[in-house]
């Protein structure tokens, strides 16, 4: 009975935890369910679903599926959100950022004229964020002479922005920022949250293939800034990790309160791979600006589970 039972598991397949394997990723919370989605497929966004922020579901088809929307490749660093009682997702292909929408967080996210938000030079890793007087702003990444953070007003329909606004917003320095003295510096997958009055933008450093990328924020007192970033920075790093390649994610609060920051690492201290899905706690200190910090030992990554052929288990 045993080796009928064995065989039968070696002829079938084997279940087994495995990590997700998205970089940039994103959480978007919604009616009890956590939906988790990334830069990891050639023709759009996987996404996976989860109850609790542990056990992971990846769902069969594509939120985002190239045709339906625009990009031909690049699918990167998406970001959902509802709005106006629909759900959007803001994302990048061909080095553009477009904005498709669904009536589900599983989508299908579709555009209905294919374009982007502009078309003035390579724009990536969008962020929209929706200020307490109503206003819409588009936080995101051009590339000129590195990786430059920048923020735009957009239009209510989502799908333009205007350039008059466009306002650069910080830029990777030597330091931390940039470990390597690249001529290309890097800084981007901006987040922006805003509390008491004060706003915190949460981004990544360093060329994402560098073992020392890594997360920082800094704090302004208008979506525009001027912003001054924290004295401490990185508040995200391989020191804190142990994994090479901390960085670019999102926020997320959970049913119980806590926020989160997840966001991807190299697939090992050997090499970049595909990257693998992470999480940590932070918080906020009290008093304005606050102070945001990384809960030790919080780290921990992402996993699902996979029915895998016996023939790829160990």
Same mark, same amino acid.
């Given at each position: ?5 064995c065989? $039968? ?19 978007f ?37 190239? @045709? ?15 709005y ?5 997702? !803001? ?8 904005? $498709? ?7 299908? #996210?579709?555009?209905? =004229?294919?374009?982007?938000v ?6 990536i890793?969008? /962020?929209? #964020? ?5 206003r ?6 051009? %590339?000129?002479?590195?990786?430059r953070? /920048?923020? $735009?007003?957009?239009n209510? !329909? ?11 917003c ?16 890097v800084s ?9 009055? #004060?706003?915190?933008? /949460? ?5 994402f ?5 890594? =997360?920082?924020?800094? =704090? !302004? ?14 508040? %995200? ?14 926020l997320?609060? @959970? ?7 997840? #966001? ?15 999480i ?16 030790a ?12 052929? !016996?023939?790829? =288990?160990?």
């Amino acid at each position: 009975m045993t080796a009928l039972l064995c065989s $039968a598991i070696l002829s079938y397949g084997q279940s087994q935890r495995v990590h997700i394997p998205l970089a940039d990723p994103t959480i978007f919370y919604d009616e009890g369910i956590y939906y988790l989605y990334g830069t990891g497929a050639p023709d759009g966004f996987p996404v996976y679903t989860s109850s609790d922020l542990i056990n992971w579901t990846k769902k069969e088809k594509n939120a985002l599926q190239m @045709g339906e929307s625009y990009g031909t490749k690049g699918f990167w660093a998406p970001q959902v959100f509802k709005y106006k009682g629909k759900y959007f997702m !803001a994302y990048t292909a061909n080095e553009h950022i477009a904005i $498709a929408s669904s009536n589900s967080p599983l989508g299908p #996210f579709k555009q209905s =004229v294919q374009r982007p938000v502009s078309e003035n030079g390579k724009q990536i890793d969008p /962020f929209v #964020f929706k200020d307490s007087d109503g206003r819409l702003y588009l936080y995101h990444v051009r %590339l000129k002479d590195g990786n430059r953070i /920048f923020v $735009a007003q957009i239009n209510e !329909a989502l799908d333009e922005i205007d350039e008059t606004t466009a306002t650069e917003c910080i830029h990777a320095e030597n330091g931390w920022e940039n470990t390597n003295s690249a001529t290309w510096p890097v800084s981007e997958g901006p987040t922006v949250v805003k509390r008491n009055g #004060f706003y915190y933008l /949460f981004y990544s450093a360093n060329d994402f293939r560098n073992i020392d990328y890594s =997360v920082g924020y800094a =704090v !302004a007192s208008s979506p525009a800034g001027p912003w001054k970033k924290y004295k401490s920075n990185p508040i %995200l790093s391989r020191s804190i990790t142990g994994k090479n390649g901390s960085g670019h994610g999102d926020l997320v609060k @959970g049913r119980n309160g806590k926020l989160y920051y997840v #966001f991807h690492t190299h697939e090992s201290n050997e090499k970049v791979g595909k990257r693998l899905t992470a999480i940590v706690q932070i918080s906020f200190t009290t008093g304005d600006p606050s102070t945001v910090s990384t809960k030790a030992n919080s780290f921990r990554y992402l996993e699902t589970d996979n029915k895998l052929p !016996a023939k790829n =288990v160990d």
